[in-house]
């Protein structure tokens, strides 16, 4: 292994090493993206795993967009901005939380722009199932799992309800990084209680099937949280630079 092992070799298992130490390697250019792996047994033993094991990660990892395997041809480094699907940028921010800002920011911004579309439709296509997807919300414990979990269950459920099933797909495919914000922000009171206050506002909303209003209280709760944000993402940055 070379020596980048120390700062790379935090995962268990044959596979997860593989995986960590390429990836690892992309995006601090140790491969830039463009350039060339080295050959299968040149890098499984570099890595310190089989080849049969390399094969299979390297299979995972072109299905993310990391990287472009053409039978008998060496593997190449995509651009992962031009070529990765959704799920890795849950791996781009524990690779570098510099791109946590930006990250956050574009999936919160998506989703205020996909929910203000489809919790109207969910609303007009069926209020009883609406007001069915709060049925927990008086059970609603006060700590970060609950709420990062009954967040994603109101956002992902209304796609149902709405029957927007594309709109289910994204979420689920942001699940993960999904889970790892709200840990992060709800882990705050704050952030707890600005939520509560919107998922209540949302509530009366939907028992009083009044559509129009979803728009302005989506946007309403974007700013609020979004202040919240700006404080949390600050202090993620300035550990970064003391590190």
């Not at 792996?37 to 310190?48: H, Q, Y």
């Not at 990892?61 to 990391?66: E, I």
């Not at 990062?148 to 709405?162: N, Q």
């Not at 790892?180 to 919107?198: D, M, N, T, V, W």
Request: hydrophobic share 35%.
């Amino acid at each position: 292994m070379n020596e980048n092992k120390s700062d790379v070799l935090k995962a268990s298992g044959p596979a997860a090493l593989a995986e960590e130490y390429i990836v690892r390697s992309i995006w601090n250019k140790t491969y830039p993206a463009g350039s060339f792996l080295p050959a299968e047994r040149e890098l499984s033993d570099k890595i310190g795993v089989t080849r049969t094991t390399l094969r299979e990660v390297l299979q995972r990892l072109a299905r993310d967009g990391w990287l472009n395997i053409q039978h008998g041809k060496q593997t190449q480094i995509n651009n992962i901005w031009e070529t990765g699907s959704p799920s890795i940028a849950e791996k781009l921010i524990k690779l570098d939380k510099t791109t946590a800002p930006l990250i956050i920011n574009d999936i919160l911004s998506l989703r205020t722009r996909m929910s203000d579309f489809y919790i109207p439709e969910a609303i007009k296509r069926d209020p009883e199932g609406t007001l069915a997807v709060f049925d927990k919300l008086d059970e609603l414990q006060d700590n970060a799992k609950a709420y990062t979990e009954f967040d994603y269950h109101i956002f992902k459920s209304l796609t149902v309800v709405a029957n927007k099933p594309v709109y289910g797909l994204i979420f689920n495919s942001f699940k993960g990084l999904y889970n790892q914000i709200g840990e992060i922000y709800f882990s705050i009171p704050e952030g707890r209680k600005i939520a509560l206050e919107f998922y209540q506002e949302l509530y009366q909303i939907c028992l009083e099937k009044e559509a129009e209003k979803i728009s302005e209280c989506i946007q309403a709760h974007r700013e609020k949280s979004g202040v919240l944000w700006y404080k949390i993402l600050g202090k993620i940055q300035t550990n970064k630079n003391q590190q």
